[in-house]
């Protein structure tokens, strides 16, 4: 009997975990490697933004999965490049040797060039950065409720920018704007016509995946709720006090939460492959990476341009049929078929959708559009079917229900300040 | 009309709240200065350092209890000291003039002078003290599955050790003990019988506040459940490897949690009162601080010597009940009442209790004593009607569920260990 193949998996995001899934019990050896041991869903990340959920309801163990499948193991290390000669990914826990190889690392925020902005600016691709996002805010509110005599100081603290209007950056807006008013019912003495929320977009509309009426829609939904939005708006600039536009204007904030661009993970262009523009590894239509026939890419870390004039989106429905492609041609390879016997993507577009806010949302799917109630119903199902098991499923809807129907946010405490226990 | 008279809490323990509480909507405004921006639960701190329980769930916003209450202000600042002679509290943020001042900041972790095994021991008061453990604790087993050639290294790493035969102590060791278990499921290649959770007390007898026969069977039921407890051990040195007992026993161990001692925060020897050897300000049987009849202190940074021999004990119902008798007392002040007319403390013993995981715990209740699933059912009972809300309570009561009948952990994220968003 031939020894089992050792698959390893780089990353436990949406495409990781999926493939593992899909090879669970199956007769290789499954490795995955992630720097942190859980998975994270990352579409509700701006709900911990925001101190709606907690972090345990949105990132979930990685062993987790896999309790009953013990041909399925994980380990915890950060990946720095692939030897693909050796066949090796290289760690900072030393070096793990692959049979087949299958990159799913995700992406990071895409800053373009801007090293200023990047300093002083929030991502909102970690639990980490959304942890100190929302201990920020609250923080702002707290330091500014504290000034009497500098109005100047005070409305720089209570003035909230967010960069880009793709869904996280809209998704962020509204929720800041909701946080907003339940803050208003419990500072008695702040003047809450200083507090701003405010969305920047370089180009002229939000949401480019959506039909312009959409987008529209998204706008004033976003206007209504008090939102400044400004579309053309493009950053050049950001000390941590003020915020250039290339217009001219200045922006006082000293929260600026960059959602403006995404780029593949860095250790990507170490991998012995050809990137775009965006690090991003150009993929076959099997998944493989070019010239090899055991090194797979799949997810926001892979370009899949075939079938279609532009790449792929970063989203996780690519990331899931890509899983499931790649899961194929990894039993077929494994039984010995060539390179030209597997299997390509068919992607099946489901979509898209965005939250702006309690009782509001836009989606659109395949030339046909909804927005309001009926819409905002739709993600909410969505969302909860798609998170990680029934325990989290169940604590988010209460949580939810509370949110919207009570206004209770239990989120709101502010955690990073000191580790010194003594006063 | 005088002018309202301004009453400054410091500290939002459990001695803060009620007193804020007991104070809202009468006729005097009140500020609760805190250096954190939500009140802790603290009994079930140690939940959260077994991933049983989230952050959100034992640390409730302080503006959230006083969203009804106009008078009630809280103000969030580290405390410095307390300058009676000109009645301010002096604070990072500048100084808070009171015309009352309550003193109810709590105690810190007691290392008796040990600096070195302070250096390296983890703390169990607060909840980034509780959230390193966590974090921790998860990361050990995570490193030590990694390590195939030094099987001294991994046992090191795998060694938990907890200090402190009092409830914080002996619930710290019931729930690491029951973590162990849950890890067990999911770490298919980790030989667990490396595993050691070890808990150490210095003098012949744990939980010193129960009758003997409680004692015994918390002993019992911890080896029983594969606790290695060790009475009459000492520690005197730590180096954050070998941990060495008075006896001259070397312990090898990457995790050491302390909870064998508490004292009276830093700042309370800086307000200007005589202090005892833990800290505690001495105060006279109306809460008052000697020679002062406007600053008060209560809970655990009071020493309360009145119609008992020794101090009444760190706990919440001391702090609860004070707390009701300095509400009182200032209401009588501002009311034009003389010193001699304040109200004293009349302590009811509300019994003291601890659980030792699930399904057994002990109490004990003016010599009435209970074990077993029965008592484990009163402490899930008594702890859940006194969290901060009904909201918290369910959610919790969920994920006890789901904890003890399903043997789900959704906490056991590890979330501090990089703040890179590169992989």
Chains 1, 2 share one sequence.
Not at 30 to 47: A, C, E, S
Not at 123 to 142: D, P, S
Request: aromatic share 8%; with cysteine; hydrophobic share 45%.
């Amino acid at each position: 009997m031939a020894e089992r193949k050792h698959v390893v998996i780089v990353g436990a995001g949406f495409g990781g975990i999926k493939l593992a899934k899909d090879l669970a019990d199956k007769d290789v050896d499954v490795t995955i490697i992630d720097r942190h041991n859980f998975h994270l869903f990352q579409p509700l990340l701006y709900q911990l933004s925001t101190a709606v959920l907690s972090c345990d309801e949105i990132a979930y163990p990685i062993r987790n999965f896999f309790r009953n499948n013990s041909n399925v193991e994980f380990f915890m290390a950060k990946v720095t490049g692939v030897d693909q000669q050796r066949k090796v990914v290289l760690t900072n826990h030393g070096e793990m040797p692959y049979d087949y190889l299958v990159l799913a690392a995700g992406a990071t925020t895409n800053f373009f060039g801007m090293t200023e902005v990047e300093k002083h600016s929030f991502g909102m691709k970690t639990v980490q950065e959304a942890l100190h996002i929302r201990n920020h805010v609250l923080h702002m509110f707290e330091r500014a409720n504290k000034i009497q005599d500098d109005p100047e100081t005070r409305k720089r603290m209570l003035t909230f920018v967010s960069v880009g209007g793709g869904p996280t950056g809209i998704e962020e807006c509204g929720a800041l704007m909701e946080l907003v008013e339940l803050q208003k019912k419990e500072f008695h003495n702040l003047d809450f016509s200083e507090v701003t929320v405010m969305l920047l977009e370089g180009t002229d509309r939000v949401l480019p995946m959506m039909p312009e009426n959409m987008q529209q829609e998204t706008v004033r939904v976003l206007r209504k709720k008090g939102v400044d939005v400004r579309l053309g708006a493009q950053v050049v600039d950001y000390d941590g006090r003020t915020l250039k536009l290339k217009d001219g204007t200045e922006i006082q904030t000293e929260t600026v939460i960059w959602s403006a661009g995404v780029k593949a993970v860095p250790f990507i262009a170490n991998c012995g492959s050809e990137v775009d523009r965006a690090g991003r590894i150009i993929v076959e239509a099997t998944c493989l990476v070019p010239g090899s026939d055991c090194v797979f890419a799949i997810g926001d870390c892979a370009n899949y341009t075939h079938g279609t004039e532009r790449p792929l989106p970063t989203i996780a429905p690519v990331a899931y049929q890509e899983a499931d492609v790649v899961a194929e041609n990894i039993l077929k390879l494994v039984g010995g078929a060539s390179r030209e016997q597997l299997g390509v993507l068919h992607y099946k577009d489901l979509g898209t959708m965005a939250t702006i806010g309690r009782g509001d949302a836009v989606m659109s799917w395949k030339g046909h559009t909804a927005s309001g109630f009926f819409a905002w119903s739709a993600w909410l199902f969505v969302h909860l079917i798609r998170l990680a098991g029934p325990y989290t499923n169940f604590t988010v809807a209460v949580k939810w229900f509370w949110n919207w129907i009570a206004g209770i946010r239990l989120g709101r405490v502010i955690t990073n300040i000191t580790l010194d226990p003594a006063k």
